[in-house]
């Protein structure tokens, strides 16, 4: 007999962690060439990897399994398997093994999938399409695993597609599916506004480098995620996401869309070329992640910087952005122990968000504060030549590189980076930037010097802005979090506290649940009231529900609600306003290969 080890998928790109949703494998069987059952081991140290016992003669096994694919963001997300009732997606991680030994780029196969009559599907996998008499198999050609993993599939009876007309950058597809037929249209106002994010993003990061892309929208009300590929994306967003979309409304209208410039960016900031030791040549080698400032927060400060240049958002949400970041940064006190490359270090355990003391644990960095060196780094690039340069010069040049097959990408490292800024900008210290931003935990909390690069300060004011209405609006608790340093839910129970603020001191504590403030019975409005009357009480009164007591607590504080503010500093440049100004557009000559080299 001969021994042969079975991989599944447990480092699926895009997740950045062993994220592979084994867990909902199920019924897993192995059968030799004649057709009899084999047993199978699991590596005990290895839960991908089992190892089947081959009779020889025998030159090929056959698997079966089911996958349990109705429970979303349960267990997995982004990279899972999605099933509804007459909807769905499919990755194709989550329903095949692979043997080991063999890279990715070298084993081929043939998939089949089968679907009831009458529904339709959308895919970036190349062509070979065969649909039976009954509509309901397709067969495709061969394509190597690795190309495979990444051209998800969805597929349903409501299936719309539209084309986004970018000149000369091959075609661009938008396909939406939902439960409903109704929340599958995209509104008018939307498609023009895509058509210009697509520009905007080639504007700063060279012609689109491969045949064509499909944005591939996934609308249901469990569905939260967006995981990048390289000629598609796998988003989910709430069913009515599109249906309800304003175009004048807070981040017009649905917060969600934002996703769709970040993972359509991934198209050339990781999967045009990626960090050397991230990508693998299969799908079960741990990777390395310290670099996901690089290739998650680039993308982070991009996503926003192409939203606003688009009209997917305005400038008034976009200086509301920074002014929320900067907040956000000032308040999270483990920037003083844990570095941001420590946070993608340690990636494969920060992605869950942990529920308690999240400020001091930190999470997932490597996108937000990492945006906000970008940011800075953009500042000084603009600054150090008079406006001349920015960071979309460092951009263009350095994802020019040469395209390769699916799932085989251009490579680089952290001192590529140090170099490709020192290209455009040799006038700072990019290297001890770096280790300052990135690789050491922060000197100071203070944002100041940062802002003060852009040319503004943060104030705040004890009214908000009708932006900053309206944010509030949506959230059916409320965050207090820049006064008393708490957020509460729809029902008082307490989600975040800022390490330090008056509600920790004053003993208020996550899980408990707010029942009443300055004796009216919670409600978040009462609760704003409360804060609002502490600028002349002093203090705010609460009762909480602790297990089974009630129990009184005592918030000293006298300032009144508070709302951050970004104000121009007299006399300096208005880099945010700089950042925010659309690109003209000039349709660049594809000099790329077409398709896959």
């Known amino acids: 007999v001969d021994a042969v080890d079975l991989f599944y998928c447990i480092w699926t790109p895009g997740n950045h ?29 290895r839960v991908e990897r089992v190892t089947v016992l081959v009779p020889r003669g025998c030159d090929e096994v056959r698997v079966t399994m089911g996958y349990i694919a109705s429970q979303p963001n349960a267990n997995s997300r982004s990279t899972d398997t999605y099933g509804r009732r007459n909807f769905g997606g499919l990755n194709w991680n989550t329903v095949l093994v692979y043997p080991g030994g063999v890279g990715h780029s070298e084993i081929d196969v043939r998939p089949t999938v089968h679907w009831p009559a009458g529904w339709a599907a959308a895919s970036a996998l190349p062509g070979g399409w065969v649909t039976d008499a009954a509509g309901q198999a397709v067969r495709l050609g061969p394509v ?63 012609p689109f480098p491969r045949r064509g892309f499909d944005f591939l929208l996934l609308l249901g009300d469990d569905l939260r995620f967006g995981v990048e590929h390289a000629t598609s994306t796998f988003i989910g ?37 990626a960090p050397e030791g991230l990508v693998r040549p299969d799908f079960h080698t741990p990777a390395r992640t310290e670099l996901l400032w690089v290739y998650e927060g680039l993308t982070a400060y991009y996503d926003s910087v192409i939203s606003v240049r688009s009209g997917l958002t305005n400038v008034e949400e976009y200086r509301q952005e920074i002014a929320d970041s900067a907040v956000a940064m000032q308040q999270r006190s483990g920037r003083l122990w844990r570095s941001v490359e420590d946070t993608a ?13 999240f400020d001091i644990r930190r999470g997932q960095d490597y996108y937000g504060e990492a945006a906000l060196f970008w940011l800075e780094a953009d500042a000084i690039i603009r600054a150090g030549t008079g406006g001349a340069k920015s960071l979309d010069d460092f951009c263009a040049a ?13 490579t680089y490292t952290r001192a590529d980076v140090v170099a490709g800024l020192a290209a455009v900008f040799p006038g700072e210290d990019w290297d001890g930037l770096v280790r300052r931003r990135i690789e050491r935990p922060a000197e100071s909390l203070d944002m100041a010097p940062l802002l003060s690069r852009l040319g503004v300060r943060l104030d705040w004011a004890d009214e908000p802005t009708a932006l900053q209405k309206k944010i509030a609006a949506e959230d059916a608790g409320v965050n207090l979090r820049a006064s008393i340093g708490l957020r509460t839910d729809a029902a008082g129970m307490v989600t975040e506290i800022v390490p330090g603020s008056p509600a920790d001191r004053g003993q208020v504590a996550f899980t408990q649940r707010i ?21 002349s009480r002093g203090r705010i009164e609460l009762l909480v529900e602790f297990g089974d007591r009630i129990e009184p607590r005592t918030i000293e504080y006298g300032r009144g609600l508070r709302y951050p503010r970004l104000t121009a500093i007299e006399g300096a440049d208005d880099v945010l306003g700089a950042i925010a100004t659309p ?15």
């Not at 690109?583 to 080299?597: C, I, V």
């Open 237 to 273: 967003l709430p069913e009515r996401a599109l249906l309800e979309a304003r175009p004048d409304e807070h981040r017009a209208g649905g917060g969600g869309l934002q996703v769709i410039p970040h993972e359509y960016i991934h198209a050339w900031v990781g999967k045009l070329a």
């Open 144 to 206: 190597p695993l690795a190309e495979l993993i990444d051209s998800p599939m969805i597929f349903g009876e409501h299936l719309a597609t539209t084309r986004l007309h970018v000149e000369n950058q091959g075609a661009h597809l938008l396909h939406t599916v939902a439960e409903d037929g109704r929340a599958v249209k995209p509104p008018e106002w939307l498609i023009p506004r895509l058509e210009e994010m697509c520009r905007q993003t080639v504007s700063v990061f060279g």
């Open 583 to 597: 690109r003209a557009w000039e349709a660049p000559r594809r000099a790329r290969p077409a398709g896959n080299p």
């Open 17 to 45: 962690t062993p994220s592979g949703p084994i867990e909902n494998v199920v019924d897993l069987r192995v059968f030799d060439c004649r057709g009899e059952s084999l047993a199978w081991d699991r590596d005990p140290t």
């Open 515 to 535: 029942v009443a403030a300055n004796g009216w019975v919670y409600t978040p409005e009462r609760l704003r009231q409360a804060v609002r009357e502490s600028a």
């Open 398 to 410: 350095f994802f020019n590189v040469p395209v390769r097959p699916v799932g085989s990408v251009h």
């Open 345 to 357: 270090r340690s990636a494969r355990f920060l992605r869950p968000r942990g529920v308690s003391w």
